[in-house]
């Protein structure tokens, strides 16, 4: 399976959905939409895979869904839960539409769902790293605008007791100011992604070993979500800044060039 075409045919499929222009029968009546579905190598198998795993109501009621989407990890069952349910509209139902509330409710969190696993699962080898050292030019860029040249990107510092090199983001010798990167947001539903708050934390963990005249800083991208009163910088550093220390909590928006301290604002 090729990651970036399943990102690029749900991506479709979504805008066709949310189109005004296009009418229902030009989506459920199509075969080419079923065909290209079975040429991304997913099967129509009525959700079964899908049910077996995640429930029955999963597969039919967006509430259910909610409570599941984001340990919705297998592209193929993900997948194939889509064709499936577009099947449906297809064959099966009567006086339904597709774009009724329910069903577009379930599309939208499903192929979102799925936009984020076909975008970080490309995952493991080039997207996430290529946008992650994008952010960390960003943010060096515009540290080198406040301080000057001198930023390092992935500058090894002793730490530790016997000393042992460790790779930093972004680091200033002549300054002492150290710095580590976050590109993390929201996951689609709104809620925690639990395990990268954890990377954060390690990056905390580390930095805690620098000298105290470091100044030392965890940047993060500014992520907002419609469910959350705050960003995720701000829900970070609220929930560990016992574990933090001195460090500073940044937040940085790259379309804005702005970058705001987490800890200046929550005083």
């Known amino acids: 399976m090729d990651n970036n075409h399943i990102d ?66 297998d592209i193929y069952i993900l997948g194939s839960a889509i064709f499936s349910q577009w099947r449906y509209y297809n064959h099966w139902a009567i006086g339904e539409s597709i774009r009724d509330e329910e069903p577009m ?39 080198m605008g406040k301080y000057g040249q001198g930023f390092e990107l992935e500058k090894k510092i002793p730490i530790g007791d016997p000393p042992k090199d460790h790779k930093f983001d972004i680091v200033n010798l002549e300054k002492k100011i150290a710095i580590e990167c976050k590109r993390y947001t929201w996951t689609v539903t709104g809620n925690i992604p639990s395990a990268k708050m954890g990377f954060t934390n390690e990056a905390a963990f580390y930095l805690s070993f620098l000298p105290d005249d470091y100044e030392k800083y965890i940047v993060m991208l500014c992520s907002h979500h419609e469910k959350r009163s705050e960003s995720l910088a701000e829900y970070y550093f609220r929930t560990n800044q016992h574990l933090i220390g001195k460090t500073i909590v940044a937040e940085y928006d790259p379309i804005s060039d702005d970058m705001i301290i987490i800890n200046d604002r929550s005083r």
């Open 105 to 143: 409710r379930w599309f939208n969190m499903t192929i979102k769902r799925m936009q984020e696993l076909t975008r970080s699962k490309s995952a493991s080898n080039s997207d996430n790293p290529k946008n992650g050292a994008v952010f960390q030019r960003q943010v060096r860029d515009w540290f």
């Open 8 to 73: 690029e045919y749900v991506t479709k499929f979504l805008n066709l959905l949310n189109d005004s222009n296009v009418l229902d029968v030009q989506i459920t009546d199509d075969p080419a939409i079923g065909d290209g579905f079975r040429n991304l190598g997913f099967d129509m198998d009525c959700g079964r895979v899908f049910e077996d795993k995640y429930g029955q109501d999963a597969f039919s009621k967006p509430d259910a869904l909610e409570k599941v989407i984001d340990s919705i990890d």
